[in-house]
């Protein structure tokens, strides 16, 4: 049997996950089963930092449609994934493995701020760690986020959990024809548009020569797989 594929790796999770079969909110089994794959995805000795997204509260260009400014909605937007985080960080707890979350912001309260250092340090504890606030600043998004702390963090590789087994021409939930690509380049996956990522974030994992796998996060295990190489998934990379 062969090892994990990579040492380190970045997991990109969606806010809207985090609301299992409702439209926004927590599905608290729908949680503690991501705690559980992540721990399992721990178990084969892959350091394991998380990037959560905050969908499922507050996406900062909704709110900011409605009259507020789009800064002040995006602030809302990143506070949204510290809340998501703190759940990830109680189930993963409450399962018996060490987590730790890191944030954008000053908090002291809530969370310790994100540096490299505190990162390495407790990935390198066997801790997972949780990044939330996205990347501090407006106007970017947790799959950007995702790639800046991969690159930052030294991880191998980004893997983005959505709720389809990778990247296809269109949705293959409304369009039977679209076609599924088992690997693109960065540049392909910007030039073909396609919304499984934005492009500011397959720009900057081309720069850093990162690659992203995404994959479906709806198979109990998927990320175990993926980590081992036997998972399915879109390969994009260089
Ligand atoms: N956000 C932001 N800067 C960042 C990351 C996120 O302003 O670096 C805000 C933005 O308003 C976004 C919200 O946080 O809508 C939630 O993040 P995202 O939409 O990426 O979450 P997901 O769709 O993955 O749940």
Partial sequence: MTGPVYRRVVIKLSGEYFAGPNASGFDQSTID?????LIAARELG????????GGNLVRGVEVSSRGMSRPAGDTMGML???MNCLALEAAIERKGTPARTLTAHVMPQVSELFTRSAAHKYLAEGRIVLLGGGTGNPFFTTDTTAVLRAAEIGAQAVLKATNVDGVYSADPKKDPSAKRFDRLTHSEAIGGGYKVMDATAFALARETSLPIIVFSIAEPGSIGAILSG???GTIVAG
């Avoid at 089963?33 to 794959?37: E, H, I, M, P, S």
């Avoid at 892959?46 to 997204?53: D, T």
């Fill in 33 to 37: 089963r991501v705690a559980g794959d």
């Fill in 230 to 232: 036997t998972g399915r």
């Fill in 46 to 53: 892959v350091e394991i930092a998380v990037v959560v997204g």
């Fill in 80 to 82: 949204a994934t510290v």
